[in-house]
C-alpha cells in the first residue's frame, strides 16, 4: 500500500439485512444458557473437566506403566537418529521466547 495521502481508503462494510434469528449477536446468551454446558458447567479454554481427567490418566500411567522401560524404548536406535533428533530439538528452540 503506498503512502500517498490523497487517496482515500475504501472500507468494505456488511450489506445493511433483517435480523437473523438463528445468528448469535456478541454477547448474547440466546443459543446456550449458563448452566447447559458440561453437565451444569460453563467451561471454556482452561476446562477443568479437562484438567481433571489429564491428570488422572497421568496418574493412571505412573501407577500401571512401566516408566523406565518406556523411557528405553523412547532412545535413539542409532547415531543418526540421534543427531537428527538433536537438530530437531535445536530448530525448535530457536523458535521459543524461552531458552535457547
Do not use: C, W
Not at 448474547?28 to 481433571?52: I, K, L, N, P
Not at 506403566?65 to 530457536?94: F, H, I, T, W, Y
Amino acid at each position: 500500500m503506498s503512502d500517498d495521502k490523497s487517496t482515500p481508503r475504501t472500507l468494505q462494510q456488511q450489506p445493511a439485512r433483517d435480523s437473523d434469528p438463528q445468528q448469535q449477536r456478541a454477547g448474547a446468551t440466546d443459543f446456550q444458557q449458563r448452566g447447559q454446558a458440561q453437565g451444569g458447567q460453563v467451561e471454556g479454554e482452561g476446562s477443568y473437566t479437562a484438567t481433571r481427567d489429564y491428570q488422572k490418566n497421568i496418574k493412571d500411567y505412573l501407577d500401571k506403566a512401566d516408566v523406565s522401560a518406556d523411557a528405553e524404548n523412547a532412545k535413539p536406535r542409532s547415531e543418526s537418529e540421534a543427531r537428527d533428533l538433536e537438530q530437531a530439538e535445536r530448530e525448535g528452540r530457536s523458535h521459543s521466547k524461552g531458552e535457547k
